[in-house]
């Protein structure tokens, strides 16, 4: 049975792939930090196990790495999901916004990703890294989102070229705009309801449509499989088209 460790799996797309990958046969650490999330997710499908952990920190990294190893035993697949949007220009980003933002969707991936590596080693596993669309390029008032995931998806290519001969493939996926809390809160900062801020998206989007989390999810679950064996250091957009 292969085994995962998908973070900011309490909501979203986190939420989506561990209930997919959980589907597969997968064992899957959720970690994240709401713990009632966490529970009523493992609740609906076998497979999940809950793991409480606040990434912001070199120890809480740390933490989550130990703890779910001390569960699953072996590692197959790392997802490095969770991630926070502050917007604003950076003659807006105030020190703790920016440094917030890079904590959660640089510094965590990076972090993680190192400590799962021996483990990931042994098996010849995989690491999957959720970027942006704002990774490949600008978007309006979001310069520490925009930094940190363009940071990551070169982390995901440096590493790719790093542990290819060792058979670890590290890919990244670019989601556009997705229906999620995310998106939501977005929104509500410009006074729009959800309804009216997925609107508002879908009409930007070229195939009219936001991204559902759950084809997110397919992407990544075909990301980990032997069919992409040959795919690393890809940074994938699945955006409906808006960075072609
Ligand atoms: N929704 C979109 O439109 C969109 C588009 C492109 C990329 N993304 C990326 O997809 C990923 C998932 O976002 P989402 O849309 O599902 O939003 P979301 O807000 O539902 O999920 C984000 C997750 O990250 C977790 N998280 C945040 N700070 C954390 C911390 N300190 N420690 C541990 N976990 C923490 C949250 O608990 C949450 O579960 C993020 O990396 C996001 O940047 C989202």
């Not at 912001?56 to 969770?82: I, K, W």
């Not at 965590?108 to 970027?131: M, Q, V, Y």
């Not at 997925?198 to 999810?217: F, I, K, Q, Y």
Request: net charge negative; charged share 20%; proline share 3%.
């Amino acid at each position: 049975m292969k085994k995962a460790i998908v973070t900011g799996a309490s909501s979203g797309i986190g939420q989506a792939i561990a209930l997919d990958l959980a589907g597969a046969g997968y064992s899957v650490v959720a970690s994240g930090r709401d713990t009632e999330r966490l529970d009523a997710l493992a609740g609906t499908q076998a497979g999940i196990f809950p793991l409480a952990a606040d990434l912001a920190t070199e120890d809480g990294c740390r933490r989550l790495v130990e703890d779910a190893m001390a569960q699953l035993g072996s590692l197959d697949l790392l997802v490095n999901n969770a991630g926070i949007y502050r917007r604003g220009s950076a003659a807006e980003t105030s020190e703790d916004d920016w440094q917030a933002t890079l904590a959660i969707n640089l510094d965590a991936p990076f972090r993680l990703s190192r400590d799962c590596l021996p483990f990931l080693l042994k098996t010849r596993g995989a690491i999957i890294n959720i970027a942006s669309d704002w990774g490949l390029q600008a978007g309006k008032r979001a310069a520490a989102y925009c930094a940190s995931k363009g940071g990551l998806v070169l982390l995901t290519r440096a590493m790719a070229m790093d542990h290819a001969h060792q058979g670890v493939r590290i890919n990244a996926v670019c989601p556009g705009d997705v229906d999620t809390p995310m998106l939501v809160e977005d929104g509500a900062r410009d006074g729009m309801s959800h309804a009216a801020a997925l609107a508002h998206c879908n009409a930007e989007s070229p195939t009219g449509r936001v991204t559902h989390p759950e084809e997110v999810a397919a992407l990544v679950r075909f990301l980990a499989s032997e069919e992409a064996r040959q795919v690393t250091g890809a940074a994938i957009p699945i955006d409906g088209g808006n960075t072609a």
